[in-house]
């Protein structure tokens, strides 16, 4: 190889390193603007305990938080249950939800699903709420309700996060697996 042909590889491999693309910077979208978020977190988790034993583990891609206010919004929102020992009972996922920061609470909305942590029941709905002192899920709007022997589809109930103690107020068609 010739050294002028040695030198003009050099120089353009040096060229093409130095012209590599450089990372664009972070910046916020139009749609988190449109939040009017003081602070957007990413890749959020929070923990929430009673008397030091954890209950529930709230995590989200993205949370907004106002400064004025005592509620965070959520985006891609999951909600792990844990019993009075700790143990996992449930995990509920949404496509977002309103957390409040005093009381605990949280508002899901859509595509809420809530599977037992075993996977034998599952109810699905496109509103529920999380009464932290109470401990249970409500919902005032059209449910399915999946559980190993049947399924019940209706438009209110309560129910403890482990969806084993669970009251339907209004339901609309229970049906039989056996029947589907």
């Not at 988790?45 to 907004?64: I, L, P």
């Not at 037992?116 to 409500?138: F, P, V």
């Amino acid at each position: 190889m010739s050294r002028r042909f040695a030198v003009a590889l050099l120089a353009s491999s040096i060229a093409v390193l130095g012209c590599e693309a450089e990372e664009p910077p972070d910046t916020v979208g139009l749609e988190l603007l449109a939040e009017g978020a003081d602070q957007i977190l990413v890749t959020v988790q929070h923990f929430m305990t009673r008397e030091g034993v954890r209950r529930a583990t709230v995590r989200a891609d993205t949370a907004y938080v106002m400064d004025d206010e005592s509620t965070v919004e959520l985006r891609h929102v999951r909600l792990t249950f844990f019993d009075n020992e700790g143990v996992e009972e449930s995990e509920l996922s949404a496509d977002a939800g309103s957390y409040h920061l005093q009381s605990g609470d949280m508002h899901a909305r859509g595509n809420v699903v809530v599977v037992q942590s075993d996977g034998t029941q599952r109810l699905e709905t496109e509103q529920l709420d999380y009464d932290a002192a109470a401990d249970e899920l409500r919902s005032e709007t059209p449910f399915v309700f999946t559980q190993p022997d049947r399924v019940i589809r209706g438009s209110s109930f309560v129910s403890d996060p482990s969806l084993e103690n669970h009251k339907i107020d209004t339901f609309s068609a229970v049906t039989d697996v056996d029947e589907q």
